[in-house]
């Protein structure tokens, strides 16, 4: 396959430890399998820190066009090449929340719009819309898009609420959805 013209960053970001292992291996054999094509960087997360995600991401945030990955969004190379030949400048595969990791009553998309605290419409299933407001776990995030939200002078955010504290802040903000049952959440339990 013939690698696209990406100069932003690549970043997958995951938490070390045996408890992980297992739920992302897919994950970790394919960015094996793709880091030096991509120059993917793995992140590693100390366990202990609930703000350690936000950190890393807040390190790099507005330096240059992003893509994150996720520990347990198993993907394959024609899902990252999906989203680099993207024209649009910010995209999200989507993938399903399921309700024993959530608390949610059924599976969702990783998907909303109106996100605030008091307003948030998650996507069914059964709904595919091509843009949302908010999409986190396997996203490409625009330079630009970033230098519309002030991180460095933010206050820390849990690992939890990272797409809320970030993105989050920009309700006209719309990121492209591509789907593909192939790219799953291997977070199930």
Known sequence: ??????????????VDGA???ERCRKTFEVIE???????????????TD?????????AVWGSDDIVVIEQDIVFKEKHLLELLKCKHKDCAFAFVLYPAT????????????NYLPDRIRLYSLEEKPKFCQ???GF???SKETQSRIDLASSDLVHWKFLDIGTIGRLPDLKIHV?????LEHAHKE
């Open 139 to 141: 996203v490409k995030l």
């Open 178 to 182: 591509h789907y593909d049952p192939e």
């Open 19 to 21: 408890q992980n292992w």
């Open 102 to 113: 959530t608390q949610l009553a059924a599976p969702y998309w990783n998907l909303a719009e």
């Open 134 to 136: 908010l999409a986190w």
């Open 33 to 47: 399998s793709l880091k030096e094509k991509y120059g993917i960087v793995s992140v590693c997360l100390d366990p």
């Open 50 to 58: 609930d703000y350690a995600y936000w950190k890393a991401v807040q």
């Open 1 to 14: 396959m013939t690698v696209p013209q990406f100069s932003g960053l690549i970043l997958h970001f995951y």
